[in-house]
T-cell receptor
Framework: AAGVIQSPRHLIKEKRETATLKCYPI?????VYWYQQGPGQDPQFLIS???????DKGSIPDRFSAQQFSDYHSELNMSSLELGDSALYFC????????????FGPGTRLTVT | AQTVTQSQPEMSVQEAETVTLSCTYD???????LFWYKQPPSRQMILVIR??????QNATENRFSVNFQKAAKSFSLKISDSQLGDAAMYFC??????????????FGTGTRLQVTL
């Protein structure tokens, strides 16, 4: 079965640089979520989109922005990167209707040096 | 705001034995979903089991079952016949059933499960 695809899988950036993470949801899933998992921590919700509109917002820094495109893929843009942004970034997708199960991608490991 | 608490940072079980991981949550909502996710060393988040709050019957998926006590706001995971591949971090998660938004998952801090021979 098709799964959530995230790219790149690994990314190394320097402080103050910009990074773009991409997420391709499971086919027919219209809702995308972004989570950030720091070392030894549980995943923290950043932002979600339903039908290309922002649906919910969590503890996402103003330096970060995201959007969902017409083909339902989503991008998380991170600017002025800080050392503390080093984390595993997950994208998850779900259909809005139904059991509401969220299926996670493999994550993008971002390292800021 | 909803909170999820996992009071066991680490648990250990012998292969083929049974182990129960605890989870409690706090919410003022009456309709919601509860999940257990598994995160092995690969860091992939894998859905293990789901429970709808309106269902009294406890969910079961093969060797995994839950004990859902709505009044007590408790949601424990039982793993039977433990296997080496069950070794992972297990996260309990809460999700509102509010259909007005694409509701986020709120996770507990996780329980690291070790499986020994």
């Amino acid at each position: 079965a098709a799964g959530v695809i995230q790219s790149p899988r690994h990314l190394i950036k320097e402080k103050r640089e910009t990074a773009t993470l991409k997420c391709y949801p499971i086919p027919r899933h219209d809702t995308v979520y972004w989570y950030q998992q720091g070392p030894g921590q549980d995943p923290q919700f950043l932002i979600s989109f339903y039908e290309k509109m922002q649906s919910d917002k969590g503890s996402i820094p103003d330096r970060f922005s995201a959007q969902q495109f017409s083909d339902y893929h989503s991008e998380l843009n991170m600017s002025s990167l800080e050392l503390g942004d080093s984390a595993l970034y997950f994208c998850a997708s779900s259909p809005k209707r139904g059991p509401y199960e969220q299926y996670f991608g493999p994550g993008t490991r971002l390292t800021v040096t | 705001a909803q909170t999820v608490t996992q009071s066991q940072p680490e648990m250990s079980v012998q292969e083929a034995e049974t182990v129960t991981l605890s989870c409690t949550y706090d919410t003022s909502e009456s309709d919601y979903y509860l999940f257990w996710y598994k995160q092995p060393p690969s860091r992939q988040m894998i859905l293990v089991i789901r429970q709808e709050a309106y269902k009294q019957q406890n969910a079961t998926e093969n060797r995994f079952s839950v004990n859902f006590q709505k009044a007590a706001k408790s949601f424990s995971l039982k793993i039977s016949d433990s296997q080496l591949g069950d070794a992972a971090m297990y996260f309990c998660a809460y999700r509102s059933a509010d259909t007005g938004t694409a509701s986020k998952l709120t996770f507990g801090t996780g329980t690291r499960l070790q499986v020994t021979l």
